[in-house]
């Protein structure tokens, strides 16, 4: 058991208190720490690309995947971007103190319901660091406090933008202990134990890391585990249009978690579109991975077995399957999708609508690119995940994502026997 004094609880405590003090400041005052984290990410971008620099060269040294040294870069542009979704959610409503109910319950006694934040968040990230800057941004301004764990890669990269908004903040009213980082992997177990402190757990990384988060914790997790995005381009598609969309859903950023893994095509079109969109992503040097089916048409493509249904593969790789209906589309995407993001490619309306009804994702469009999931694009200014689960949140999580609710009630010495009994009196229920 954790000792509760040992350096990651102490450090725990001081998040605790300074997320009380963040959660009751006012929009202004979270707004000023805003620009001041802009503002000082800018001033030290020297420091934290030259980090990111010696990252990705100790990356390269120890083998590091391809597609995580992708994410592992963060040049001068990706920074810049950073530094503007900062300014973004600057710009955004408060998510905390909107009133959502409010309720005469009788003469005197009035019910409302309003949100608050979370409290202290846990993220836990492999390798993107630029994550770090979103995620900050995002909690302060719903009041939240923040305890980052980056991936080892990423170490020297984060400890460059936590110093930096730390410095930000000391200048604000915000207190700097409303962000701590974490750098070993004793401490992220350590973490995962944090109930006492720590209100929910945004784990970002493979499949297997977030299922080991979700089965080591008592915390509330809030996340994704795979990202197998679909493409199903349907027997009344516009050509054109669908092999643009598929070469920009695929090869645009094949790292990040919302670019297609499967390619669904409708039989009555393959035979002219799956030549025209293979030599479009061939130039791309994508590797196509097709069924029997597909492979009588383009037969130098690889051959897909049961596994590249549902791989994940982060990379310039793309799995073909031959549909005969929407219906099979639909099934297909239901059976082997993550519930991430699927589009469907059609000039059919009624098409399209069966699609956005019945597959099941947090995540569905019609003539576009999945790579629109993404919380920035969606205006939210930055994001801390995605969430695949049922229940809300779900897809991009911002602002919103981070607040809770709860109840308050003004009386004036009401009491509940007053409305029991034989001569109860009614509530009157009247929204105000």
Known sequence: MMSVDSPLHVYAKK???AAQKLAILSTAAKNQAIVAIAQALASAKDEIISAN?????????EGIAKPLYKRLQLDEHKLRDAIAGVQDVGKLPDPVGAVQIHRELDTGLILKRITCPLGVLGVIFEARPEAAIQIVSLAIKSGNGVILKGGKEATRSCEAIVK??????????????AVQLLTTREETLELLKLDKYVDLIIPRGSNSFVRFVQENTRIPVLG?????????????????????????AKTNYPAACNAIETLLIHSSIAATFLPKVAAALGELNVELRGDERSREILQDMAVATEKDWETEYSDLILSIKMVDSLEEAI???N???????????????EAAETFLALVNAAGVYHNCSTRFA???RYGFGAEVGISTQQM???GPVGLEGLVTYKYQMTGDGHVVATYSGADAKPLTHRDL
Do not use: M, W
Request: proline share 4%; charged share 25%.
């Open 335 to 349: 059976d082997y999708g993550s519930k991430h993001t699927d589009a469907i490619v059609t000039e059919d309306v």
């Open 164 to 177: 930096a908004i730390k410095l930000g903040l000391s200048q604000t009213a915000v207190n700097p202990d």
């Open 374 to 376: 993404d919380g920035f």
């Open 224 to 248: 994704h585990a795979d990202g197998i995005c679909h493409a199903y381009i349907d027997k009344a598609a516009d050509i054109e249009k669908a092999i643009s969309i598929t070469v920009d």
């Open 15 to 17: 998040t605790q208190l």
């Open 53 to 61: 620099v010696a990252d990705c060269q100790a990356a390269a040294v």
């Open 331 to 333: 099934a297909h995407i």
């Open 392 to 394: 809300p949140p779900r």
